[in-house]
């Protein structure tokens, strides 16, 4: 096997990696400047507990308090079983296409590419299975019950 068919694709690998570190951390650091401001703000304009325990029993403040305590972002289960199985689906169809270049190319290192499309296939396999299971557990716990509505109903009632 070529050098090349190894250091290319991995250093695409890893510069994407990084920057999507970058990125990822750039858009936290962002969404956790504008909550430290907008709290920093709702304080400023609460200038008492008097006034800050007669906003909560408002209508505004039951809906902030509401805002403030639902899952955001990928907190949510049926979120992270929905990139378990996107993940798993890209890497299984990546795994058959490695499977298939093996097949049909007349490679000299045939037997590195065959390795590496039983890993890749095995991490989709695994990756679709997991979010199977984890999908059967979170509906076994109900936590798919308590979303929306249901949730609003559900805190209503307590």
């Given at each position: 096997m070529s050098a090349d068919w190894v250091f290319f694709p991995t250093f695409f690998g890893m510069v994407s990696f990084i920057v999507w570190v970058v990125v990822n951390g750039w858009q936290r650091r962002q969404q956790i400047k504008l909550i430290v401001d907008f709290n920093n703000r709702v304080l400023e304009r609460l200038g008492s507990a008097k006034d800050f325990s007669d906003f909560l029993h408002s209508d505004g403040g039951d809906r902030l308090m509401k805002v403030l305590t639902a899952e955001r972002?990928?907190?949510a289960p049926r979120d992270?079983?929905?990139i378990a199985v996107q993940s798993g689906v890209?890497?299984?169809a990546l795994g058959l296409g490695l499977t298939f270049f093996t097949w049909r190319t007349s490679v000299e290192d045939r037997e590195a590419?065959?390795?590496?499309s039983v890993v890749v296939l095995s991490l989709g396999l695994g990756l679709l299975l997991s979010s199977a299971a984890s999908y059967w557990v979170a509906r076994t716990l109900g936590l798919f019950e308590m979303s929306g509505s249901h949730r609003e109903a559900g805190i209503a009632a307590r």
């Open positions: 972002g990928l907190t992270r079983i929905l890209v890497f299984l590419f065959r390795l590496i």
